[in-house]
């Protein structure tokens, strides 16, 4: 089974050859697609992310045939997840490594999008069209989740490095951007301690 706390995470540049197989859409997300916004690493990282939407895990499975993907079923216990199973609607996070006995290597993160338009899981009222997940810093090889959007996910467990990530970027935010952060919190959080600085 290998060790479930050893991570290895593959470089956010290999993710395009790695994912290369894969037919529908992901995004680079987490604190590399913040960095990637920002222009630099801020921090170091302790794994890599990467965002799909759901009705697509399957095509991620075809893409990482042969890896060792495992499930995180809620509250967070990892199992391995079966060729052709369809994951629950309350399992967002995938762990993948390339063999049983080495280090994780990628964690990918499961959104729902009905009919094309994102919906945060933990307030469904919050929604983005699904283009809109681009960010300035995506390119042709890779998506990278749009900032507003992954500091919206981080602002739930206010870590040292979600905060971090926060001071690092809010200041370089758009200001549609920033205000739909603003709004979104407003919505998920009221009271939230970012607001006072956006």
Known sequence: MGDLRVWDPIGPDELPEVLAGMSGRWWLAGGWALDRHLGRQSREHEDTDVLILRHQQGALQDALGGWDLHAADPPGRLRPWGTGEV????????????????????????????????????????????????????????????PEVQLLQKSKGLRPKDQSD????????????????????????????????L
């Open 87 to 146: 994951l629950p609607v309350e399992v967002h996070d995938i762990w993948c490594r390339r063999t049983t006995t080495a280090p994780w290597s990628l964690q990918v993160m499961i959104d729902d999008a009905p009919d094309g338009t994102w919906r945060y899981r933990r307030e469904p009222r919050i929604t983005l069209p699904v283009d809109d997940l681009d960010g300035p810093a995506s390119t042709d090889a890779m998506r990278v989740l749009a």
């Open 166 to 197: 926060f001071a690092a970027v809010v200041p370089t935010l758009e200001p549609e951007r920033r205000a739909w952060l603003a709004e979104a919190l407003r919505v998920a959080s009221p009271g939230h301690p970012w607001l006072d600085a």
